[in-house]
Each structure stands twice: as C-alpha cells, then as structure tokens.
T-cell receptor
C-alpha cells in the first residue's frame, strides 16, 4: 500500500527567504507524485506533478520539486517566498492504474510567511 | 470552462440524520472522486465513479455511499450521521482515462451537531 509522510506540520519562513517542504513516500511499485496547495476555505490546487522523465519538476507560482527514487522523496522548494504563499501544502502519491488512480495524501504542511 | 462545483457549500445536520452532497464535474470529465478532509485524519479517499460505475473505494463504512448520473454529476450520501462525520468533503473530476490530473472543487463543509 502507498503512503506519504510530511514530517513538518508547520514551517515559518521570512518573506523572500527560500523554503523546502519535505515529502517522503512509500510504495511497492512505480508512482506518480504531486504537490497541492490549499488556501483558506478553498479546495486543492495542483502545484506540480511528477509522472515520469526528468526528476526536476517545475510548477506554478515559482515552485519546483525533485523526485529522488533512491531516497523515496519528493521535496518542494521555492527560492524566494511571498506573503501570498501562506497556505497549506499537501504531498500526494498515486500508483498508475489506467486512469483509475486514487490519491493518497500526506498530513499537510502549513507554510507561514513572516513579513 | 467552468470549474468543479459543489453544493451546498455549508451544511449543518444533527446526529442520526442523513445528508446528500452534490458535485458537478468539469464539462467532458467522466471521472468523479470524493475525499473527506478532517483535522485529525487529513485527506482520505472515499470513492471514485467513472461512467456511472464505482471504480475505486476507500476504507469507509457503508453509511457512506455515492452515485453518478449519466451527465457525470455525482452525489454522495451519508446516512445516520455521527459527530465524527463533520468534515470538509471535496470532490475532484478528471477525464478518467490513462492518467489525468484531478481538478478539485471548493468543498462542502458539513457540521454534525
């Protein structure tokens, strides 16, 4: 069975500083990996995804993530954060299944930007 | 294209009642998935429907059920509500063939008193 671990429940960062949100996964087969962002009182928005190919994935809002198969990690990074990045971030994994993929989410990391 | 819509956005019920939540997917999407989000358990997969058939199911009791109509709209029903059913229920749609990104709606906030 697949699982996702987000070790940091809360991450405070000063504005314009870099940030890394950590994500580790467990699966017995190849996986698809995702990062979603959730703003208050909203649904989830996809930031980026890894399906195959290049291990460095670039997403929206200046975020990127690197798939590391040997360390089973998919950490999210941004070189310079803004106040508007304050939100909850979820890492998710699914196993390829011909369109029948279900997402397994981590517990989330609340990113707080300090002015 | 219009996004995924969920109705109602907020709902208050009492223990023992039942509730029906509705989800309208993006036009052309045939797959609808439902997730429950709570502070204690996080985001958990409930079930997924594709072309009116349940294709995948999470580990929830039988009180949680769903269905999908021929226009791909989906409903989720929870019977005999418990306090622990208070949550944000999220619906996501996708085309549903090979891998497709899931697009999430804003959710329905259910409070059980």
């Amino acid at each position: 069975a697949q699982s996702v671990t987000q070790l940091d429940s809360q991450v405070p960062v000063f504005e314009e500083a870099p940030v890394e949100l950590r994500c580790n996964y467990s699966s017995s087969v190849s996986v698809y990996l995702f990062w979603y962002v959730q703003y208050p009182n909203q649904g989830l928005q996809l930031l980026l995804k890894y399906l195959s190919g290049s291990t460095l994935v670039k997403g929206i809002n200046g975020f990127e993530a690197e798939f590391n198969k040997s360390q089973t990690s998919f950490h999210l990074r941004k070189p310079s954060v803004h106040i508007s990045d304050t939100a909850e971030y979820f890492c998710a994994v699914s196993e390829p299944n011909f369109g029948n993929e279900k997402l397994t989410f981590g517990t989330g990391t609340r990113l707080t930007i300090i002015p | 294209k219009a996004g995924v819509t969920q109705t109602p956005r907020y709902l208050i019920k009492t223990r023992g009642q039942q509730v029906t939540l509705s989800c309208s997917p993006i036009s052309g999407h045939r797959s609808v998935s439902w997730y429950q989000q709570t502070p204690g358990q996080g985001l958990q997969f409930l079930f997924e429907y594709f072309s009116e058939t349940q294709r995948n199911k999470g580990n929830f009791p039988g009180r949680f059920s769903g269905r999908q109509f021929s226009n791909s709209r989906s409903e989720m029903n929870v019977s005999t509500l418990e306090l622990g059913d208070s949550a944000l229920y999220l619906c996501a749609s996708s085309p549903g063939q090979v891998y497709n990104e899931q697009f999430f709606g804003p959710g329905t906030r259910l409070t059980v008193l």
